[in-house]
């Protein structure tokens, strides 16, 4: 009874989940852009530090080394700061999920022309090419038997773009080599 119990508590957490994630897409796209009072000016490499932070233990439990590599002047951006926290901790969770055993993980920040270029990169298998346009569609999931992650919805990649659009950015990915990289932008402010 115990076993089953946990079993039928596991997938009633998954299903809420699914639930949530469904209702912030679709306030998302109900919304186009987020309302002013939805945004807030905040420091970006504290922000994504502090995402990092959450993920030592399964960091470590993988043995995974970790690049991270901010600017030493602030970086201030305007936008929901609760949506980016998301974003960062979306693109982490697939880098540390699909990353092997002992591999790595670099979190870079960078900028140019008033953009900050935010970029989560993991070791692992090199996703097809002809696979990278449908990574951020609603429900896609890479063929299973390429992926150790049998869970999930494909709504991930999903909400991190509508995330990142709702903004007026952008978001892209590469993979080659045996490397895959997502990276965003953000628009500086003073």
């Known amino acids: 009874q115990h076993k089953y119990l946990q079993v039928v508590?596991?997938?009633?957490?998954?299903?809420?989940?699914?639930?949530?994630?469904?209702?912030?897409v679709s306030q998302l796209q109900?919304?186009?852009?987020?309302?002013?009072?939805?945004l807030s000016r905040f420091e970006l490499s504290e922000?994504?530090?502090?995402?990092?932070?959450t993920f030592e233990q399964k960091?470590?439990?993988?043995?995974?080394?970790?690049?991270v590599q901010f600017p030493e002047k602030p970086l201030f951006v305007r936008a929901c700061e609760d949506y980016i926290t998301q974003v960062v901790y979306n693109l982490m969770d697939n880098a540390v999920k699909f990353c092997p055993q002992g591999g790595a993980i670099a979190v870079k920040i960078q900028c140019?022309?008033?953009?900050?270029?935010v970029t989560v990169q993991n070791e692992g298998q090199t996703i097809p090419q002809e696979e990278l346009p449908l990574l951020f569609e609603r429900f896609h999931k890479l063929d299973k038997s390429r992926s150790e992650n049998r869970e999930g919805w494909g709504l991930g990649l999903y909400?991190?773009?509508?995330?990142?659009?709702?903004?007026?950015e952008n978001i892209s990915v590469t993979?080659?080599?045996?490397?895959?990289?997502?990276?965003?932008?953000?628009?500086?402010?003073?």
């Open 9 to 24: 508590s596991g997938e009633t957490k998954r299903l809420s989940r699914l639930v949530r994630s469904m209702l912030d």
């Open 30 to 38: 109900e919304q186009g852009q987020l309302p002013p009072e939805k």
């Open 47 to 53: 922000c994504v530090g502090r995402c990092l932070v």
């Open 59 to 67: 960091v470590s439990e993988k043995q995974l080394t970790m690049d």
């Open 112 to 117: 140019s022309d008033e953009k900050a270029y």
């Open 159 to 168: 909400i991190v773009k509508t995330m990142i659009c709702c903004h007026g």
């Open 175 to 190: 993979s080659n080599e045996g490397k895959t990289a997502f990276t965003f932008t953000m628009t500086l402010v003073n």
